[in-house]
């Protein structure tokens, strides 16, 4: 799949770039970005709110840092066809690696109909992106994977509704590129696995046009397969990846002989998803919803036997500039997992029982370079020393709140404050609850006068038994402009 992967994405990217050659689009803007960030703090780790929901970019070591850079051109909307690109390059202080991608990619358009391919930085479909703890699917938390994807990405009317119902959704297939970090990190007796392939697809139908009111259902649903699995005792299985494996993964079947006995009694690959749902009410300059994730993590999830888990959230957001524009108030639970048993059927005992989901868990595990794909709440594998490349505590009550606002036209503030109660897991549980509080406050200012400029300090702690007591101080400083443009 990365030769098909990376031969497709050379097609395109030579496809653009003769195109920014001869500057044959009317409306053409070529931007560029870059980023000097630091942390310095104590503790055993960098302070979670500095480090969690930021693309994989920030380590967990107390003190590290990045430098950034990169272009982008972004697609013309309005356009018929209209196609974009980026490239986005960091240098590493105290990271699993010293320089890497962290994105490269082309967009192409046409119409309501949209194709991606290679690495981009993605946030939750239903949550905000800078308030919200994350979504339990995809949140951000880790570094994008490369992949192709189709499907309209954008919202766009379903013929015969007015315009009253709009849909979006895509359907992706992609790779991860942590195999070495997997086999440098992990240490016997632990297991692994290397080389593992990536599916997502999502649907989701929005009710909004000039009402107040407005309304959002929809379904995410992402999987980890094939890969070779290395066992603590030395074997190896080699996971399948053909074109019938791609099938068992769209609609859920059982693996074959050639999958790991695991795929065999279940269905082929590490599987998660959520149904999205909210409603809310809006003004001209302000609007306010509800909005509930149910997770999933089997089929027993998908019928609602975890019904107690999923996260649960309350946003309030405004258009102007003042003191306060936009708060989150969120409830994230894990602890149900649709019961403490895990029984399959067979003659001595012909009753199914399907609990005990163990969430995220997984000879794969949800997670790409040593962080949760999903909400961070659930403790990423690089949190363990050990080397253990699993989650170890999936087991979470946790509540958060998020606000953010100005103090002045050129000077920004957010403030994060979670507090969480953790099990561990359902097979491995913690001897004592363990709690966490974490929290944030950042302020950024952007001085008019040095136009794309902006500068950033925050101040990040944790104190508790999961995570230990940590602290840290983060300053940043971005600039952004434009390096091409024709009209």
Same mark, same amino acid.
């Given at each position: ?6 031969? $497709?994405?050379?097609?395109?990217l030579t496809f653009?770039?003769?195109?920014l050659?001869?500057?044959?689009d009317d409306?053409f ?6 980023e000097?960030n630091?942390?310095?703090g ?7 709110w ?7 970019l920030?380590s967990l070591?107390?003190n ?6 990169g272009?982008h051109?972004?697609?013309? *909307?309005r356009?018929r066809?209209s ?5 986005d390059?960091v240098?590493a202080?105290e990271?699993?690696?010293?320089f890497?991608?962290?994105q490269?990619y082309?967009?192409?358009?046409y119409?309501?109909l949209?194709?991606t391919i290679g690495s981009?930085?993605?946030? =939750?479909?239903?949550?905000h ?7 339990m ?5 880790a ?5 192709l994807? *189709?499907? $309209?990405?954008?919202? +766009?009317d ?7 119902v ?6 992706s297939?992609g ?10 990190r992990y ?5 692994y696995a290397r080389h ?7 649907l989701?139908?929005k009710?909004?046009k ?10 995410d649903?992402?999987?980890h397969?094939?890969g070779d699995?290395y066992?603590?005792?030395g074997?190896? @299985?080699?996971c399948?990846?053909?074109?019938? =494996?791609?099938?068992?993964v769209?609609?859920p079947?059982?693996?074959g002989s050639?999958?790991t006995?695991?795929d065999?009694?279940n *269905? ?12 809310g ?7 306010i919803? $509800?909005?509930?994730? /149910? ?5 027993s ?9 999923g996260?649960?959230?309350?946003e309030? +957001?405004?258009?102007?500039? =003042?003191? #306060?524009t936009?708060f989150?108030f ?5 602890t ?15 009753i199914? @029982?399907s609990?005990a989901?163990? &969430?995220y868990?997984?000879?794969y595990?949800?997670? /790409? ?9 659930i403790?990423s ?7 253990y490349?699993?989650m170890?505590n ?11 606002g100005?103090i +002045?036209?050129e ?15 359902l &097979?491995l549980?913690?001897l004592n ?8 406050l ?6 008019e ?5 902006s500068?950033?300090t925050? @101040?990040g702690?944790?104190?508790?038994s999961l995570?230990?007591d940590?602290w840290g101080?983060q #300053?940043? @400083?971005?600039?952004s402009?434009i ?5």
């Amino acid at each position: 799949m990365k030769r098909m992967f990376v031969s $497709i994405f050379i097609f395109l990217l030579t496809f653009v770039s003769s195109d920014l050659l001869y500057a044959q689009d009317d409306d053409f803007e070529l931007r560029y970005e870059a980023e000097a960030n630091m942390i310095s703090g104590g503790g055993d780790f960098s302070p979670f709110w500095l480090s969690a929901n930021r693309q994989g970019l920030v380590s967990l070591s107390p003190n590290n840092g990045y430098l950034r850079m990169g272009i982008h051109k972004d697609m013309e *909307v309005r356009n018929r066809f209209s196609y974009g690109f980026g490239v986005d390059l960091v240098g590493a202080y105290e990271q699993s690696a010293p320089f890497y991608i962290q994105q490269a990619y082309v967009d192409l358009k046409y119409r309501s109909l949209g194709v991606t391919i290679g690495s981009k930085e993605q946030t =939750s479909l239903l949550e905000h992106p800078e308030l919200s703890s994350g979504s339990m699917v995809w949140s951000g938390n880790a570094r994008p994977v490369p992949q192709l994807s *189709v499907g $309209i990405p954008r919202f +766009t009317d379903v013929p015969g509704t007015n315009g009253w119902v709009q849909v979006k959704g895509e359907l992706s297939y992609g790779f991860s590129t942590d195999a070495n970090y997997q086999r440098d990190r992990y240490k016997k007796p632990f297991s692994y696995a290397r080389h593992i392939l990536f599916h997502r697809k999502n649907l989701i139908f929005k009710f909004e046009k000039d009402a107040p009111f407005f309304g959002l259902v929809g379904i995410d649903m992402a999987a980890h397969f094939g890969g070779d699995v290395y066992y603590a005792d030395g074997s190896v @299985v080699h996971c399948p990846t053909d074109f019938e =494996s791609f099938l068992k993964v769209f609609v859920p079947m059982s693996g074959g002989s050639n999958s790991t006995w695991s795929d065999q009694v279940n *269905v082929l690959g590490n599987h998660v998803g959520s149904y999205l749902m909210e409603f809310g009410y809006k003004q001209d300059d302000w609007r306010i919803r $509800i909005y509930k994730e /149910h997770y999933f993590d089997d089929h027993s999830g998908m019928i609602f036997k975890n019904w107690q888990d999923g996260l649960w959230g309350f946003e309030w +957001t405004r258009l102007d500039r =003042s003191w #306060l524009t936009g708060f989150v108030f969120e409830c994230m639970n894990s602890t149900d997992q649709s019961g403490p048993i895990l029984w399959n059927e067979n003659e001595t005992i012909p009753i199914q @029982v399907s609990g005990a989901d163990d &969430y995220y868990n997984n000879i794969y595990g949800w997670a /790409h370079w040593g962080m949760t794909q999903g909400t961070p709440f659930i403790t990423s594998p690089d949190y363990n020393a050990d080397g253990y490349m699993s989650m170890r505590n999936s087991r979470v009550r946790a509540f958060h709140v998020g606000v953010k606002g100005y103090i +002045t036209e050129e000077l920004n503030y957010r403030f994060l404050s979670s507090y969480s109660r953790n099990w561990g897991t359902l &097979y491995l549980p913690f001897l004592n609850i363990k709690s966490n509080y974490s929290g944030l406050l950042e302020v950024r200012y952007a001085p008019e006068k040095y136009s794309g400029f902006s500068f950033g300090t925050a @101040v990040g702690v944790d104190t508790g038994s999961l995570l230990g007591d940590n602290w840290g101080i983060q #300053l940043s @400083v971005r600039k952004s402009g434009i390096l091409f443009k024709k009209r």
